[in-house]
């Protein structure tokens, strides 16, 4: 607490004045966590002095509400580029990086809870920058890379973000075990047999079947858990297995920056609303950088339909990996090839067909034909067995399964570190039981 009081002061974070009942004033909690090492072990205790943003009022103390942070997909494009140009990676720890940011309005808040002024116990905080807690909290992301950071240098790359970057000759594996045993730790899932798919390719799920979940937090926040996970984990963005615990997605190094994309849907895949599903995924070279699976937000009336939306959505997602790789000076000499397994909807990016079944898509229509039309996209059929993006769009047999997510680079560690990781779901597993066993003891 003091750490970060003394970071917050010498960053001149806030101006103390006379109490006023003109001002909306808000409070503020000191928030704490532990934060760990790459191996696990606690590397410190860490305090976090948090602004009770919720008792802000639009138009008084906010107006704007956004904070700009890196998209996973930049993340591996960037990690993508540096093993290709055989880069060292290396990292720093930007201390209280979030509130660098000036603020533009009038915020008034509470002194810190323990460390109010001995002479000036009432005055308000005015705050001059950006604080935890906030509506409109931002980070000025070009002042930090202008001014010289005050920030501890801390080596090479190995963990970030939660995530263990796994050294290999080849390449490096992304890899989020920690967290998903902390994961399995938090839902009671331990000790959850393993299967070889996690989805029967006969049944589609339906929101109706089932119990409602009793502990609506732990189900909201168990699901932002999965999202997270799915940062290395493309597999997962449609089903979940824990049988692939130790799985990661894997980067090698390659000269090719040429972008290949394959997009499909599960036409009305869903039993409840009919609505169906769309995929992706996006190749830099041969390295996986981005992939989506979600629900479309309308009823498709064909399969063609449903299929064009998603040569739409891989679509927009291409121009805009495009234009970052233009903003970091990569060129690349051929149209990004996009790879869909219905006949009909490849059709359609060329020529006006079927114009009476499908004008009520126009706006997607227009979108991609202009994109073909200028020869910045090649879009190009393919068989369904070779859709990578069918492991994003519907449940499938355990061999399709495995064989896809291969494809998708998503692989085991190497043999030296896959025994620690049993290694260490083993010890994860024998706590929980002995906790368990506690527990029966001391109920009975």
């Not at 704490?32 to 943003?53: M, Q």
């Not at 990781?421 to 527990?439: F, G, M, P, R, Y």
Request: glycine share 4%; charged share 20%.
């Amino acid at each position: 607490m003091n750490e970060d009081f003394t970071a917050l002061l010498k960053n001149n974070t806030w101006t103390l004045v006379p109490p006023s009942t003109a001002h909306n004033i808000i409070g503020c909690i000191w928030v704490f966590r532990i934060k760990h090492k790459a191996d696990g072990t606690i590397e410190r205790y860490k305090a976090r002095l948090v602004a009770k943003g919720f008792h802000q009022q639009p138009g008084v103390d906010y107006s704007e509400t956004f904070s700009p942070v890196v998209k996973p997909t930049t993340i591996r494009l960037v990690l993508s580029l540096a093993l290709s140009a055989g880069w060292s990676m290396r990292q720093i720890d930007i201390q209280n990086a979030f509130l660098h940011g000036d603020l533009s309005e009038d915020v008034y808040m509470t002194q810190p809870p323990g460390f109010q002024h001995p002479s000036l116990p009432l005055h308000l905080c005015k705050l001059n920058k950006a604080l935890y807690g906030l509506k409109h909290l931002k980070l000025i992301v070009l002042c930090l890379l202008t001014t010289p950071p005050q920030s501890p240098y801390l080596g090479s790359l190995n963990f970030f973000l939660g995530v263990e970057k796994l050294q290999q000759s080849d390449g490096i594996l992304l890899s989020q075990r920690r967290y998903i045993l902390d994961l399995l730790k938090r839902t009671d899932m331990l000790q959850a047999k393993t299967i070889s798919s996690p989805m029967f390719n006969s049944k589609p799920l339906s929101a109706l079947d089932g119990d409602v979940f009793s502990d609506i937090t732990l189900f909201r926040s168990t699901l932002g858990s999965l999202q997270y996970l799915s940062l290395t984990r493309p597999d997962i963005s449609f089903t979940i297995n824990r049988h692939t615990v130790s799985h990661g997605l894997f980067l090698r190094r390659n000269s090719s920056h040429h972008l290949i994309a394959y997009s499909d849907a599960d036409w009305a895949g869903c039993p409840d609303d009919r609505r169906s599903t769309s995929g992706f995924c996006i190749y830099l070279g041969s390295n996986l950088i981005s992939w989506s699976s979600r629900k479309q937000p309308t009823v498709a009336r064909s399969s063609t339909e449903a299929e064009y939306k998603a040569i739409a959505n891989a679509t927009a997602e291409l121009l805009w990996i495009q234009s970052l790789l233009w903003d970091l000076h990569v060129s690349f000499s051929h149209p990004p090839v996009l790879w869909c397994d219905n006949i009909g909807a490849t059709y359609l990016t060329a020529n006006p067909v079927l114009h009476a079944r499908t004008k009520h898509v126009e706006i997607d229509f227009h979108f991609v034909r202009d994109r073909v039309a200028n020869k910045t996209l090649d879009v190009r059929f393919i068989s369904g067995k070779d859709q990578l993006a069918n492991v994003l769009t519907k449940p499938l047999v355990a061999s399709c399964f495995y064989w896809l997510i291969s494809k998708l680079n998503v692989c085991s560690p190497p043999l030296n570190l896959r025994e620690d990781i049993n290694a260490e779901i083993t010890l994860a597993d024998n706590k929980h039981l002995k906790q368990s066993l506690v527990l029966k003891q001391t109920l009975s």
